[in-house]
């Protein structure tokens, strides 16, 4: 779509959001409803679009971006007339006479940004709360998941009118193109390194922002943890869509203590869920394109205690563990995303916190220990933008569980209500009759500053 037609798809929505038809409620419930709709008569071929973009898995292709969206969907169904109300709220006496309210109102027209790895979810799920706010949605998918990039143009071209919801597909110069339009809400998912240009554009108009980044989420095993969970736990987490997930654990602390036990068992489990061989299991992903297979077979160095096997020509990257990796490993100097996991032993928690906060603050923490103060001392003592105390990325499915980074791995939240909130404005408005009007408030004035002192000290 070429910069002519970029604009043009934004006037419509201009022309569509200033009709004021996306602020009745029913109109939002109708759309999610169709949105709805959409998800469920599409769900064999987004199944098989996720498949021929990174070979994911059907039943990980349907937990992750069919379920998880429509959950979103429904709730959205069922609070959306709620959370659409206008709130009433406390009024200092100060203000007598006078009503507080909150009003939630639309930004306008949105444009939402997403990536590759859940290229069904992570588009499709934030436009559902931009629905539920009654926001107009310009949509760009991810160009390197191109077969459900075009599903999606098709579905959201079949169901909506573009002055509501309109798909640009493309790449970087698509985004480009985007970004150099105003837009009143942006909503970003993908790197840190492009949320930052995302930010760039977005300071050029003030436009707000969500930004949904990543960076390196730790996974901390204590002396103390269940083995044979927590390695089922962390196999689940960091493997699933073949390690490509944003809260995937990238790397694992262990106390020296259990290290020799716990690399034993995480290969047990790696072997009893993708088999001997996870070239020919059908629950293993592959890596989405030439140039992150090349980044991350690069990445397989040092003291390789499993995997490390890849097929290029298939992208395939197998489980890998690296023990005793350090922080000058090329493995920890970036996010990984993908099936390589670092494991590094320590001795005590004391640093392990020290060396977390010396670095970005991650999207995700785990941390393995039933000591109710160790647990406690990590939520107190570290930053990051969610924590799952004994398992890995579950905290995402809650829809009462804002989800989202802090710093570097992101700003605001979404799902359940953080969604709805996140794509409205929180319009503050006071309402007062004409009955009374205290005149002593207006100029020339003429209660003295000592009488006033005391006049505001009893109403406050
Ligand atoms: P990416 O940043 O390369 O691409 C994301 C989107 O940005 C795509 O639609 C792409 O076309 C666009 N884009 C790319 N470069 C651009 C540029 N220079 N200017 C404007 N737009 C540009 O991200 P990715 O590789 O697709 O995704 C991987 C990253 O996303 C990882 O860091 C991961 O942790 C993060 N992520 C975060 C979440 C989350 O919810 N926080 C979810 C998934 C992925």
Redesign the pocket.
């Given at each position: 779509m070429n910069n002519e037609n970029i604009k043009s798809v934004i006037s419509a929505q201009r022309e569509f959001f200033k009709s004021n038809r996306t602020k009745d409620v029913s109109f939002r419930l109708e759309m999610l409803n169709k949105l709805k709709g959409a998800v469920i008569k599409y769900q064999d071929d987004i199944i098989k679009a996720l498949y021929d973009d990174m070979k994911k898995p059907a039943t990980e292709a349907y937990i992750a971006e069919v379920y998880i969206v429509l959950n979103e969907i429904d709730i959205l169904l069922k609070e959306t007339a709620k959370w659409a109300k206008p709130r009433r709220v406390k009024t200092p006496p100060v203000l007598f006479s006078a009503k507080s309210f909150i009003y939630p109102e639309p930004y306008g027209v949105a444009l939402i940004?997403?990536?590759?790895?859940?290229p069904f979810q992570?588009l499709i799920d934030p436009l559902a709360g931009s629905i539920a706010a009654g926001n107009c949605s310009v949509l760009?998918?991810?160009?390197?998941a191109p077969a459900t990039s075009v599903l999606i143009a098709k579905m959201i071209k079949e169901e909506f009118d573009p002055g509501f919801i309109a798909v640009v597909e493309?790449?970087?110069e698509?985004?480009?193109a985007?970004?150099a339009e105003k837009f009143d809400y942006i909503f970003?998912?993908?790197?840190?390194?492009?949320?930052r240009?995302?930010m760039r554009?977005a300071a050029e108009n003030l436009t707000p922002v969500t930004?949904?980044?990543?960076?390196k989420s730790p996974v901390i095993i204590d002396e103390d943890a269940n083995l044979e969970i927590a390695a089922r736990r962390i196999v689940k987490g960091k493997f699933f869509n073949a390690g490509?997930?944003?809260?995937a654990p990238d790397y694992l602390y262990v106390h020296f203590s259990i290290i020799d036990n716990l690399n034993f068992i995480l290969k047990e489990k790696i072997s009893e869920f993708y088999g001997e061989d996870p070239y020919v299991s059908s629950a293993y992903a592959r890596i989405?394109n030439d140039r992150?297979f090349s980044r991350l077979s690069k990445l397989i160095s040092g003291n390789v205690i499993y995997g490390g096997k890849t097929v290029p020509a298939e992208r395939y990257i197998s489980p890998t563990i690296i023990n005793n990796a350090t922080w000058n490993d090329p493995v920890m100097q970036e996010?990984i995303?993908g099936p390589i996991l670092p494991v590094m032993p320590f001795t005590d928690l004391e640093s392990v916190i020290s060396e977390i906060n010396s670095r970005p603050k991650p999207?995700a923490l785990y941390y393995f220990s039933n000591n109710s103060a160790k647990q406690e001392k990590i939520l107190r003592e570290t930053s990051s933008?969610g924590v799952c105390i004994n398992d890995t990325m579950e905290h995402?499915i809650s829809e009462y569980l804002p989800?989202?980074?802090v710093g570097e791995?992101?700003i605001g939240a979404y799902h359940g209500r953080a969604s709805f909130d996140a794509f409205s404005h929180a319009k503050s408005v006071l309402k007062k009759s004409f009955l009374f009007d205290v005149k002593l408030k207006y100029a020339p004035y003429r209660v003295s500053l000592s009488a006033l002192k005391k006049i505001l000290k009893i109403l406050s």
């Open positions: 940004i997403s990536p590759w790895n859940y992570l760009k998918p991810s160009e390197l493309g790449g970087i698509s985004s480009t985007l970004l970003y998912t993908g790197s840190t390194s492009v949320g240009v995302v554009a930004l949904e980044l990543g960076g490509q997930t944003c809260i989405i992150h996010e995303f999207l933008g995402i989800f989202g980074g791995s992101g």
